[in-house]
């Protein structure tokens, strides 16, 4: 028995030693800086279900689409450092938002709110994105977060799949919107505080903490990029059958009479250029009792709110909504490429804040397709370069106190 001990005991200390060799191999060759995995650069909180890491400092990398730096300040934004006093003479405009606010593939220096703030003189812009956010997450972190900055003006970025992604917790780690029971109109936001799973913290500690399970996410996350354009390419080649059973709309089947359920509120890609159903529907209308709970936030501390419209590449490139319609099997007249925007502004007009649809823009570009990532929806540095500017005119247009651009 105190053999078998003393060989089990032996045999974990050679573990332990050969793991902190490791360890500490790849701290010396440098390597472990950085994740392929975004969901490395987040811990649990309670109140909106993650948020960066305080003082962040990894690489981003996604082969073929992406190699960045992403810095984090002590409060988990990625932004430089902001005292929640603002400064004399100074006009504030905290950016709130998901990945594209965020910066998800660029820079630090090449985020929108980055940009934005160079774009508008004596302006101070506060980058409140975090990857993965719903339109309820951004409200919630607004209310505890973003109104302490005393802004002037809130810029929020809405993007489609705030639509559906309101109503879906993710496995129990966000917060989420409900429909009212009584079929009222009261926003209900549940699963807050969320609770960690029991495994969330010693993870998060280790991956805080550890290089070489960071390198070792790192390549497990290329093997998997490997095997997912392995299966693109066996899905090409099944022909265009397979793409079309892919992408039609999940149709709705309930009893008449029974009430839509949160649950039924998903979408597919082309679903918001189609005529509307209920599920369409009650979205935008959850997302309009969002806003208006933000814009009142917004107004409560002296700020205005001004939505924002993230073009994706299929709202963005005609081509790409053409092959969009044709791998669903959507015949073109059945679809509206202008039907999200034309809906988001009668949202606005209806809540009365003011709105700016970026697709326009986009599509003007000489070459739209430069507006994005390789392989990938979110904007390059040129397309956050060109949000950031259309933003700022729509601002200057708003309020005489931000100058023309320097």
């Known amino acids: 028995m105190r053999a078998a001990a003393a060989r089990a005991a032996l045999a974990l200390a050679g573990t332990v030693a050969g793991l902190l060799a490791a360890e500490l191999a790849t701290r010396v060759t440098g390597s472990g800086g950085g994740s392929a995995n975004r969901s490395m650069f987040f811990d649990h909180d309670p109140d909106v279900g993650w948020r960066c890491r305080p003082h962040l400092d990894l690489r981003f990398t996604q082969p073929g689409t992406c190699d960045v730096r992403v810095r984090c300040n002590s409060r988990g ?213 969002i806003y208006a709970r933000l814009r009142d936030d917004a107004a409560e501390h002296g700020s205005r709110l001004l939505v924002a419209y993230v073009p994706d590449p299929p709202l963005a490139l005609a081509a790409t909504f053409g092959g969009l319609l044709d791998q669903a099997g959507i015949a073109h007249e059945r679809a509206d490429w202008d039907r999200p925007g034309r809906r988001l502004a009668e949202l606005c007009r209806g809540l009365g804040v003011a709105c700016v649809d970026l697709a326009p823009a986009f599509r003007s570009a000489p070459d739209p397709a430069r507006l994005f990532l390789n392989r990938d929806p979110h904007w390059s540095a040129a ?24």
């Not at 006093?85 to 820079?107: F, N, T």
């Not at 649950?263 to 979205?283: C, G, N, T, Y």
């Not at 397309?383 to 023309?404: I, K, M, N, Y």
Request: charge should be negative; proline fraction near 5%.
């Open 383 to 406: 397309g956050a370069d060109l949000a950031a500017r259309t933003v700022a005119a729509r601002l200057r247009e708003l309020d005489p106190g931000f100058a023309s651009k320097r």
């Open 77 to 289: 934004l990625r932004d430089r450092e902001h005292a929640f006093e603002k400064p004399a003479g100074v006009r504030r405009v905290v950016c709130v938002g998901d990945s594209y606010a965020w910066g998800q593939g660029v820079e630090d220096a090449e985020t929108f709110a980055s940009v934005l703030e160079r774009a508008l003189p004596a302006a101070e812009t506060i980058n409140l994105g975090v990857a993965g956010y719903t339109a309820v997450q951004e409200l919630l972190l607004f209310e505890a977060e973003g109104v302490r900055y005393a802004p002037d003006w809130t810029v929020v970025l809405f993007c489609d799949n705030d639509l559906d992604s309101d109503f879906d917790d993710k496995e129990l780690h966000r917060p989420r919107a409900d429909l009212d029971a009584n079929g009222g109109d009261a926003l209900r936001i549940v699963n807050r505080p969320v609770a960690p799973t029991a495994s969330q913290t010693p993870t998060e500690w280790i991956h805080r903490h550890s290089r070489l399970v960071l390198e070792f996410d790192w390549c497990v996350a290329l093997m998997r990029e490997r095997r997912d354009e392995l299966r693109a390419a066996a899905r090409a080649a099944g022909g265009a059958a397979a793409r079309t059973r892919e992408r039609t709309p999940a149709a709705t089947s309930r009893p008449a009479g029974e009430r839509l359920t949160a649950a039924e509120i998903r979408f597919s890609l082309v679903d918001r250029f189609l005529p509307p159903d209920e599920r369409m529907d009650q979205a935008w209308r959850t997302l309009g009792q």
